[in-house]
């Protein structure tokens, strides 16, 4: 567990500026949101970036099935790309890892 007295955050101003295309954040739980929302957001001009908070993958959090994890995943993830990117257009900036990597965490089989 990480003590909340030590928690320093990322240089995400630096981060932001260098990818600017960044439409969504997805927090890896509830407490990710809560470092982020404390640590980042008053420094930051987040403009239109949706922040979205998605279950946490740790065992700890027996409260869903990792079934239901991925799914609620997948479903959040899969809405937030197709808001902002065609389908198409993300087939044909990926390649190889990041592709397969995009497949599974679409909930597709198509691989072309």
Known sequence: MIETGTQISND???FFSAHRAITHI????????ACFKRYVVPAQNLGLLQLSRLPSTSPANARLSFDD?????RET???????????????????GEARDAFYLCAGSTEQK
Do not use: V, Y
């Open 69 to 73: 994890k991925c799914e609620i995943w």
């Open 77 to 95: 993830i899969s809405s937030a790309l197709r808001s902002c990117h065609p389908m198409p257009k993300i087939k044909q900036m990926l390649d």
């Open 12 to 14: 995400f101003q630096s």
């Open 26 to 33: 997805f927090f890896n739980g509830g407490t990710a949101e």
